[in-house]
């Protein structure tokens, strides 16, 4: 699920560019009234789909861009104003980070801190939705926007990746990043410099940051759900992927738990450990195979196969079809 705050927005701005949504919307089984509803939610994969599908409709390949500029620095939902409330752009990042739960559990953002350089990581964990390209380049583009005004300036990141392939219209993210943007990496990302995120930020508000922190604490709980702990296992487990298969002693440690509470917790839901992973890398596989710009071997990279055949073995035990043989069936 996820706020249905940005869907809105993005049937605005469709509006606003002279396409009528409403054939959009349905096809999508949306219900127009929470797309109004500040506090509705929707399913992830909806969002998602739908702002593929606005950029096709609208002409406009960038729309995700667009949208995260448009809106202004403060024409989010909690998290922006959580970002904007920190003393600094590093405990906006840190916070985000820990409460991005409390907008969506489609979402991973992880931040690394390696010397002078801090790298942001953001990943789509639903394994079921389709194409991300512009719900990843709106989710960057939104920190540049946010942090930017936050700090009072604008800032250039040192580099920005993305997970999809270089698109022909690929010139309105250069101009707004002015950065190296790398095309078909691992994950989403992107770098700035850690002294900048260190500096005091001119929007900070230390009383409201701890009144929006409370009030994400109560979102985190109201939206825990059945699945969370299986959310949180898929979000360490896509993160962990490119490394290989990720060990259960690996998700645990990362989670702060021991393998066997984690174990147990997962028994406890009916769920098993195995199984999630499994089901992950199946999932993600379906949405792989599906995009033609991912050779089969980077495909079998990202989820942790050693090999194509290991991963073609896999795919075909999934769907009793070979990945080759889907790739031209769609082509045809």
Known sequence: MIDALWAGRAVARLESLGHDPAPLVRNLHMDPRALRDRDARIAFRKHVALMERAAAASGDGCFGLHLAIEAGPRGGGVLNYVSLSAA?????????????RAETDGEDIDVIVEGDVTEVVYRVIDPEVGPTRQKSEFRLARMLVVIGAAIGRRVVPL????????????????????AEIGFRAPHCAIAMPTELLLQPQVTADNALLHILRRYCEDLLEQHAGEDSLQRQVEAVSIRLLPQGAPRIEQVARELGLSPRTLSRRLNDRGLKYSE???????????????DANLRLSEIAYLLGYASISAFSHAYQRWTG????????????
């Open 276 to 290: 999630i992973v499994d089901g992950l890398r199946r999932g993600l596989a379906a949405r792989y195979v599906a």
């Open 321 to 332: 079809r070979p990945p080759s043989a889907d790739r031209r069936a769609r082509a045809a």
């Open 88 to 100: 600094t752009g590093m405990e906006a990042l840190r916070t985000v980070k820990r409460y991005v």
């Open 159 to 178: 580099w920005v990746r993305f997970d999809h392939a270089e698109p022909r219209d690929a010139g309105d993210l250069h101009r707004h990043f002015q």
